[in-house]
Nanobody
Framework: HVQLVESGGGSVQPGGPLTLSCVVN????????MGWFRQPTGKDYEGVAS????????NYADFVKGRFTISQDQTKNTVYLQMNSLKPEDTAMYYC???????????????????WGQGTQVTVS
């Protein structure tokens, strides 16, 4: 069983930075993808970024490329999402997710992930 705990959300002014953390508890050998998703109020989940914890390969949505960075610290069992140059349209609940995906092309498909955190709110205004 895997438990994900996010933290680091909050309110920030446009152009500011924020870093989200996701602590991964439990057996992780069955996971080949860590993802960050977001859900703006009243909208569907959006894939933001993903990371292959074994090989370090990453994927990013076009709307965050060059602004967000996903990374990990395996000594702390933690995955990070560093967000820079935040925009009001980045306002959303952000979720950490983990799973064993059948291919990297599924990285932005929420249904492919087995485990989800409780979410952390990011507000840019």
């Amino acid at each position: 069983h895997v438990q994900l705990v996010e933290s680091g959300g909050g309110s920030v002014q446009p152009g500011g930075p924020l870093t989200l953390s996701c602590v991964v508890n439990g057996t992780t050998t069955s996971l080949n993808c860590m993802g960050w998703f977001r859900q703006p109020t009243g909208k569907d989940y959006e894939g933001v970024a993903s990371l292959d914890p074994f090989h370090g390969a990453t994927n990013y949505a076009d709307f965050v490329k060059g602004r967000f960075t996903i990374s990990q610290d395996q000594t702390k069992n933690t995955v990070y999402l560093q967000m820079n140059s935040l925009k009001p349209e980045d306002t959303a609940m952000y979720y950490c997710a983990a799973g064993w995906l059948g291919g990297s092309w599924y990285w932005s498909t929420p249904s492919k992930y087995n485990y989800w955190g409780q979410g952390t709110q990011v507000t840019v205004s």
